[in-house]
């Protein structure tokens, strides 16, 4: 003796038994495919705000490719990588560090391009006393304890910075208040925070929505520092990805350029 199972109920339980296997194999082999189509990007700290912003419009063109990004130093980049740290590309906040790259054999030789030329500015709370427009002499102000700049020894927009400092004639003068974040990200963090008074930054992060904000900022001429030409470099383990070609594709394009510009980087003609 057995049980009789209604035909329209074996016949809707091998449907979705089907659906449902369909859909297993289509979510595993979309998750491989995306899995194949990941590049990953180490970028000057300077460029979070830009970046994130071009990325998540490439990855909406491009759904299908996954760009994950670490930030940091220039100089800690170029250290990791000549490490064997796995980046497939490299955006440096200068040209250097992609030059010394391409020459020791670690990116695609003749490949360094320049994408953006960056600024630097003097970053003051909106909540301080001290007025920006007083222009890089405010701090020596005896109201600024602490002065922020990146770690000019390895980061290109700290070597701007004392550049700067230097040209005013004012470096010696600010020995004893100096503070140095380890990129341009922390350097913004202690001004933010109020471990330091006065910090100087890039016009990046200056006009990012969050920083425009919270604070002020006077953007020290051109001429106090050599110019921050910031390059990108294809590494040997990115060379042959098709998604590596793509989004650079899609940085000097129409879009990429936008949003260089939105946040305050000149391009290059």
């Not at 091998?14 to 194999?25: C, K, M, R, V």
């Not at 054999?105 to 709370?125: D, M, N, Q, R």
């Not at 550049?163 to 001004?191: C, H, P």
């Not at 001429?221 to 990115?238: C, M, S, T």
């Amino acid at each position: 003796m057995y049980l009789k199972i209604p035909k329209r109920r074996v016949e809707r339980f091998l449907l979705i038994a089907g659906a449902t296997w369909f859909l297993f194999l289509f979510i595993a082999f979309h998750h491989t495919a995306r899995a194949d189509e990941k590049i990953l990007i180490a970028a000057a700290a300077n460029l979070n705000p830009a970046m994130d912003e071009i990325c998540k419009g490439f990855e909406k063109a491009n759904p299908t490719i996954d760009v994950e990004v670490s930030y940091g130093s220039s100089g800690n980049f170029f250290a990791q990588i000549k490490q064997g740290a796995p980046f497939d590309v490299f955006f440096s906040a200068d040209t250097t560090y992609p030059a010394r790259l391409e020459e020791e054999g670690l990116a695609v030789k003749g490949g360094s391009t320049i994408y953006a030329f960056g600024s630097i500015v003097v970053w003051i709370p909106k909540k301080s006393a001290l007025n920006p427009r007083k222009g890089l002499h405010v701090v020596l102000d005896p109201k600024v304890k602490k002065l922020a700049i990146a770690n000019q020894k390895i980061a290109p927009y700290g070597m701007a910075a004392e550049e700067a400092l230097r040209y005013y004639g004012l470096w010696d003068k600010v020995q004893d208040k100096l503070v140095f974040g380890e990129n341009i990200s922390q350097t913004a963090q202690f001004v933010q925070s109020g471990a330091a008074d006065v910090g100087i930054l890039a016009l990046s992060q200056a006009i990012s929505p969050k920083m425009e904000s919270e604070g002020d900022y006077w953007v020290i001429p051109a001429e106090a520092y050599n110019k921050l030409g910031q390059a990108y470099v294809v590494l040997q383990r990115g060379k042959d990805k098709p998604g590596v070609r793509k989004f650079l594709e899609f940085v000097q394009g129409k879009k990429g350029k936008e949003v260089f510009s939105q946040y305050g980087y000149s391009l290059p003609k």
